[in-house]
């Protein structure tokens, strides 16, 4: 069973920047996709971005390109979320999802998560 475990949510002003981590536990993390979704009030849970952990691939939301970074770390179970000019509408839970052996056209989706953080929320001012 994977665990996985976000921190680095928080208040930031619009244009700052906040980093995100996910660290995952209870298994050995190969074959693996590592995504963030986020879910604002009243409104559906969507995709923000995924990396493969094997050969660290990455796809993004269109509303977060240039701005958001995902990565992982060399040695461990880490992944990162880095977001910068961070805007009001990105304000949200974000929440970490893992699995293994996703299609590539599911990536992108929630159903293809099975492992779920319990989220951080994000909260950009104006």
């Known amino acids: 069973q994977v665990q996985l475990v976000e921190s680095g949510g928080g208040l930031v002003q619009a244009g700052g920047s906040l980093r995100l981590s996910c660290t995952a536990s209870?298994?050995?993390?190969?074959?693996?996709?590592m995504a963030w979704f986020r879910q604002a009030p009243g409104k559906e849970r969507e995709f923000v971005a995924v990396?493969?952990?094997?050969?660290?691939?990455?796809i993004y939301a269109d509303s977060v390109k240039g701005r958001f970074t995902i990565s992982r770390d060399n040695a461990g179970n880490t992944g990162y979320l880095q977001m910068n000019s961070l805007k009001p509408e990105d304000t949200a839970v974000y929440y970490c999802?893992?699995?293994?052996?996703?299609?590539?056209?599911?990536?992108?989706?929630?159903?293809?998560?099975?492992?779920w953080g319990q989220g951080t929320q994000v909260t950009v001012s104006s």
């Open positions: 990396i493969l952990w094997t050969n660290r691939d990455t």
């Open positions: 209870g298994r050995t993390f190969t074959d693996t996709a």
């Open positions: 999802a893992a699995q293994t052996f996703v299609l590539r056209q599911r990536l992108t989706t929630t159903g293809a998560y099975g492992h």
